[in-house]
């Protein structure tokens, strides 16, 4: 079945220490989005790319890139994660902007 | 400011109550809106909403939006167990989405 694939599925990482997440779809969508979810709150966008072209949220801390290699993969790397960036972490795709977001089944970050 | 708020809360029924979620929204440049449903993992797409007025349903599940009074609802008829789970509702705006801190559904048998 065409799908979103995040891993790992749980990340733990030291204060400071660099971590990436991945994602994967093989739905051959244009747009790939990155969200980040505390407990007990909604989905926040971090960014999106559409086709190459990428889109940073306003609020998106400085210590949060991302990288688009293909049409396939997406990334999150956090430069240097402090405690307050546990979370989990959501990637979604959709065919074009505006459309439904098919989302992958998340990687939980925990920090130590 | 953007903002989607969803209401209630929480709320907790017993099986094959009908129950009735709420969405409003205050976005500027508004395109769609959209349900989840959110379990134990990530969200589940449910319904996409462009045009006030017009009813989407999937089985039990039935949607509607108000353009003018911004807002939709998202209904379920004939609850079961299987419906507990948190229903976000998300408005696209330009090309953004925004989401509501969802409301977290609890069926009991």
């Known amino acids: 079945d065409a799908m979103v694939i995040q891993n790992p599925r749980y990340q733990v990482t030291q204060f400071g220490k660099p971590v990436t997440l991945s994602c994967s779809q093989t739905l051959n969508h244009n747009v790939m989005y990155w969200y980040q979810q505390k407990s007990s709150q909604a989905p926040k966008l971090l960014f999106h790319y559409y086709d190459k072209d990428f889109n940073n949220e306003a609020d998106t801390p400085d210590n949060f890139q991302s990288r688009r290699p293909n049409t396939s993969f997406c990334f999150l790397d956090i430069r240097s994660p402090g405690l307050g960036d546990a979370a989990m972490y959501l990637c979604a795709t959709s065919p074009w902007p505006g459309q439904a977001q098919h989302f992958g089944d998340g990687t939980r970050l925990s920090i130590l | 400011e953007d903002k989607v708020v969803q209401s209630p809360l929480s709320l907790v029924v017993h099986e094959g109550d009908t129950v009735t979620l709420n969405c409003s929204y205050e976005v500027t440049n508004f395109r769609s809106l959209l349900w989840y449903k959110q379990e134990k993992k990530a969200p589940t797409f449910l319904f996409m909403l462009?045009?006030?007025?017009i009813e989407k349903k999937s089985g039990r599940l039935s949607s509607i939006l108000d353009k003018k009074e911004l807002f939709s609802i998202l209904n379920i008829t004939a609850t079961q167990t299987g419906d507990s789970a948190v229903y976000l509702c998300?408005?696209?705006?330009?090309?953004?989405?925004?989401f509501g801190t969802g409301t977290s559904l609890t069926v009991i048998p």
């Open positions: 462009t045009s006030s007025g």
């Open positions: 998300a408005v696209e705006a330009g090309n953004q989405f925004y």
